[in-house]
């Protein structure tokens, strides 16, 4: 039995998903308008394609929720300045709360000299490409023999894999501001990775940044374990590449001829620390190394043509929340609309964090809706704006027939997965007119 709110959620990943069902089964009606065709955002399309497992367990959690009979699936259809639908039209249609689960689709440009380059690129747009997001899959990388990654996390490592292993770089440098003390990545992915560090080399490296861990009283072990501690259970190496890192590092400029990439310069940095937290320092010391692609793995920021402003590089929220969670605002300084997940704050944590985030966001949801009477929504219109769209609206029994192709399709071809790389060959695989 639905009650009489109805929600738009806009957002199918992790956070939009959850927060779906928990409003859901409060029997509130939602409306899950998603950007792309398929639900379940970088659970989808962002998680390293090897995980098999955890993304069938997600994608199986993902689908139990998309049959929810008072859920409206509405896929291939961004909200937006540039979207199809603008947030004032979303308004307009008279849902009782708005919740935006978007994830941080902007991207943390450094504005660094030479980032037009062909060769430079952004870790989004990359794991996007091996996870076979359209239009991203069907964008021409130009991955070279040297690659250069600028940061330290979970996302560094994983697309150091794809270099090596799908690409067949033969030189990853993953060029850290800060120092093997500040390593953001977990030992779990670093095993995936580590065979292929040249010990010798990590050894100098170590030696050399030393000097600067010292000067400000830091136990060089503690970032010698954070490393090697993914040595006990290292994959196998399968490739002919070396990984290494260059610490005390900040990209400053690219250079390039013919508009391609060949060379990225760095300023040595040092550490300074205050309050017990360590801040890297330029030297003003430059030196340059021979690059083919550099990806930058820093985090992302929210979209800033989504129509809420934005502060560093999130939605604003109020700071004085009506309806807080665990002691957080998940409201928006507009009335009624909420945020959730990495719309809540971007590129923060695992998958399970961003569900929790998306169940609180839905609670503070909730507790909104307490306090006000249902709406009457303009069902009519909303359907009249999604038809003059000129495209389809993906809904849910159209992604439960993409599945079965896909699967079909898998299986024919002997691989674990298969996923189409064009939105217009998901729609013909729906048997919807590409044209429509
Ligand atoms: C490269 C990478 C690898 C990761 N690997 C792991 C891992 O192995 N394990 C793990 O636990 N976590 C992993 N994570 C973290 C995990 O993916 C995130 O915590 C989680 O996906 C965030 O969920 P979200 O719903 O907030 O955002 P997203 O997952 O980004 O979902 C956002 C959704 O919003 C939709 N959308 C975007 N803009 C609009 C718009 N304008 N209008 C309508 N819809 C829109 C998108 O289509 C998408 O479906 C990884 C993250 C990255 C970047
Ligand atoms: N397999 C997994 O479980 C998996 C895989 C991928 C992602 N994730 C999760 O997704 C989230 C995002 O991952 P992430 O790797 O993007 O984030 P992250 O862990 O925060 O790492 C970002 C890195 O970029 C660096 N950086 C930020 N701004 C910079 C700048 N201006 N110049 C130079 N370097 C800069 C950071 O350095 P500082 O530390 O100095 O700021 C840090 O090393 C994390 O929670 C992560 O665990 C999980």
Known sequence: MTNQYYVAVVGAGPAGLFGARELANQ???????????????LAEYGIYPAKHTMKDGLRKQFRQTMELPNLDY????SVGTQGDLTL????????DAILITAGAQGTKSLGLPGEE????????DVVYFYNHLPPYSMKPFRFGKRCAIIGAGNVMVDIARHLINTQKAEEVTAV???????????KDEMKHLIAYMDMQEFEREMA???????AIGQDPEIGRHKILDALAKADPKTDNAVFKFDFLASPVGMLGENGQLTKMEIEENILTERDGKTSAKGTGRKRLIDVDTVIFAIGDKVDDTF????EWNEFVKSREPRFPVDGLSYESTEEGVFVGGWSRKASDGLVGYARKDGINAAKAVWGYLQTKQAGDPDLAALDAK?????KPVILKESITKLEEVENEEAQKRGLEEFKFDSNDEMLKAMGLNVMA
């Not at 004032?88 to 008279?94: C, N, T, V, Y």
């Not at 380059?117 to 989004?124: C, F, P, Q, S, T």
């Open 27 to 41: 029997g509130v009606r939602v409306a899950l308008f998603n950007r792309d065709i398929k639900p379940g955002g």
């Open 74 to 77: 509405y896929g291939y259809v």
């Open 88 to 95: 004032d039209e979303l308004r307009a249609f008279g849902f």
């Open 117 to 124: 380059l062909e060769g430079v690129y952004h870790a989004k």
């Open 176 to 186: 850290v501001r800060r120092g093997p003390t500040e390593v953001n990545f977990t």
């Open 208 to 214: 050399r940044v030393l000097p600067v861990q010292q």
């Open 307 to 310: 129509g809420l402003p934005v």
């Open 386 to 390: 999604l038809k003059s769209l000129g």
